[in-house]
């Protein structure tokens, strides 16, 4: 029977290890080095702003008619993994890749379908990464604190 269960887990394993490197990995991936500046000038002009609050820019990023308060998503602040580009860039490409229950449209055509608006169509490439520069920049990374458990 272990042998089994040792046979199981090396499966498991392995079937792990080749999801990372199959054809839609992320693997190969990198950005050129964004304008942290010229992200934050599009983040308002695209209207991200209508949905998001960034963490520390709340003063002077505001959507003019006010934000939607079922759909604003906070973006940045204490956290204690820094997103990377991959999670930043496909949240912005392929909002649907990863929808939270919450934010699905509903009715839609695709039960799928996030709320977050597309811009693949209109955003470029320059304007894409240097978005992704300046979401990434608005993280703040807080040391791990690993959870004390009580002696007993
Ligand atoms: C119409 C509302 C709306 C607009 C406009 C919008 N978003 Fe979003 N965004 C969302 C929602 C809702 C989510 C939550 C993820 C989901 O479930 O779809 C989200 C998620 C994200 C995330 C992932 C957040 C996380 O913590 O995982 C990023 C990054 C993001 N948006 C960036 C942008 C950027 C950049 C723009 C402008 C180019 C933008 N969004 C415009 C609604 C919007």
Redesign the pocket.
């Known amino acids: 029977m272990k042998i089994i269960g040792t046979i199981f887990t090396a499966m498991m394993l392995l079937m792990l290890a080749s999801c990372d490197y199959g054809p839609k990995s992320s693997r190969g991936f990198t950005l050129p080095d964004g304008n942290v500046e010229y992200g934050r000038q599009y983040?308002v002009e695209?209207?991200?702003i209508?949905?998001?609050t960034v963490a520390g820019n709340e003063d002077d990023m505001n959507a003019p008619e006010g934000i939607d308060p079922i759909?604003n998503?906070h973006?940045g602040g204490k956290t204690t993994q820094i997103?990377t580009y991959g999670?930043?860039v496909t949240?912005?490409i392929n909002?649907?890749h990863?929808?939270?229950e919450q934010?699905r449209m509903t009715p839609a055509p695709d039960a799928q379908q996030?709320?977050?608006?597309n811009?693949n169509s209109i955003?470029t490439v320059d304007e894409l990464i240097d978005?992704v520069a300046f979401?990434q920049s608005q993280y703040e990374l807080e040391p791990y604190t690993p959870t004390v458990y009580m002696p007993y």
């Open positions: 983040f695209f209207r991200c209508d949905c998001h759909m998503v973006l997103k999670e930043l949240s912005i909002p649907s990863k929808v939270s934010y996030s709320m977050m608006r811009y955003m978005i979401v």
